[in-house]
């Protein structure tokens, strides 16, 4: 690589540090306006919704329903703050949302819901659906001749779905080279570690007999991922692909990252500044 190719790679990484502190800092916010939240996973995954949304997606801010869109969608439910944080920072959402989130009247309900929030394309609390939409729309959108992409972002909880193996199968039947799976392996689901729940290793192999170009990355690794999510879109396979990312839950927040139970977070009321001073001090900021 050139010089010039090396740095301009340089500021895209940095551009989407930048991006992935944002997310995880809308996150804390959210989990302090209601004293609790899924905010474990949401800064686990934001350096994947950083490279979603801020490298990979095609999008109008201004206009979520824009027909050429690429749409990402969110099977958990539960992971609404994540894709919250995103959407902010992505400027579909105003960032004033963040005050009233999870009250009465909200957009922004505790669990992710399409009929409230601009861009959430789908409903996804029940889990082991997502992927299955997922395949419906990207056959719809290569039946229209669309060159847009469905992104459907799963959690490791969600392979213990037999729905998820039924659209992972299907998916490769119809040849959905438009569709991209994002598998959020944080090892962690409602009642235990998932590994402990339900073995689901080695789960590369399963996703490659099945017939997808698979990827598995640390999912907290920027380059990593550009890498991952760039060859998985220029790619020429007729193949739908999935990129399996390692994460680690409360990523940002040493005390959080340390924690025994994540799935759910309540922390003390002083706490929440203990979070947002500490994600300050990881990224370097004053
Ligand atoms: C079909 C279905 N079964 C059970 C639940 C209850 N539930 C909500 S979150 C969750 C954990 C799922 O695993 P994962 O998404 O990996 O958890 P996390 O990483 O967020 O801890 C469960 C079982 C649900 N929402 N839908
Ligand atoms: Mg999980």
């Known amino acids: 690589m050139s010089q010039t190719a090396t740095s301009s790679q340089a500021s895209a990484i940095e551009a989407l540090r930048q991006r992935a502190y944002k997310i995880r800092?809308?996150?804390?916010?959210m989990g302090?306006?209601?004293?609790q939240g899924y905010v474990g996973q949401a800064l686990g995954v934001a350096d994947v919704l950083a490279v979603s949304y801020f490298r990979a997606l095609k999008l109008d801010p201004k206009n979520p329903e824009w027909e050429e869109r690429d749409r990402f969608l969110l099977s958990i439910g539960h992971y609404a703050i994540a894709l919250y944080a995103v959407l902010i920072e992505a400027g579909v959402?105003?960032?004033?949302?963040i005050e009233d989130y999870g009250s009465d009247?909200?957009?922004?309900p505790m669990s992710g819901m399409a009929d409230y929030t601009p861009g959430m394309e789908i409903t996804g609390g029940s889990l082991g659906h997502g992927l299955g939409i997922g395949v419906g729309m990207a056959l719809g959108l290569k039946r229209k001749e669309s060159d847009s992409r469905i992104f459907n972002l799963l959690s490791d909880g969600e392979l213990n779905e037999g729905s998820t193996w039924e659209a992972v199968a299907s998916a490769a039947h119809w040849k959905l080279d438009n569709l991209i799976a994002l598998v959020d392996?944080?090892?962690?689901?409602?009642?235990?570690k998932s590994s402990t729940v339900l073995n689901y290793e080695p789960i590369a192999d399963k996703w490659v007999a099945f017939g997808w170009e698979t990827y598995r990355v640390d999912g907290n690794d920027l380059e990593a991922l550009v890498e991952a999510f760039d060859s998985a879109m220029q790619s020429n396979s007729d193949k739908p692909r999935v990129i399996i990312c390692d994460t680690l839950m409360g990523r940002g927040v040493p005390f959080l990252e340390t924690r025994d139970k994540t799935h759910f977070i309540r922390v003390d009321e002083n706490e929440w500044s203990v979070a947002?001073?500490?994600?300050d001090e990881v990224y370097g900021v004053q």
């Open 93 to 97: 959402i105003a960032e004033e949302e």
């Open 105 to 108: 009247d909200s957009i922004l």
């Open 25 to 29: 800092r809308n996150s804390l916010r």
């Open 276 to 279: 947002l001073k500490q994600l």
């Open 185 to 192: 392996v944080n090892d962690q689901q409602a009642d235990d």
């Open 32 to 35: 302090e306006v209601q004293g």
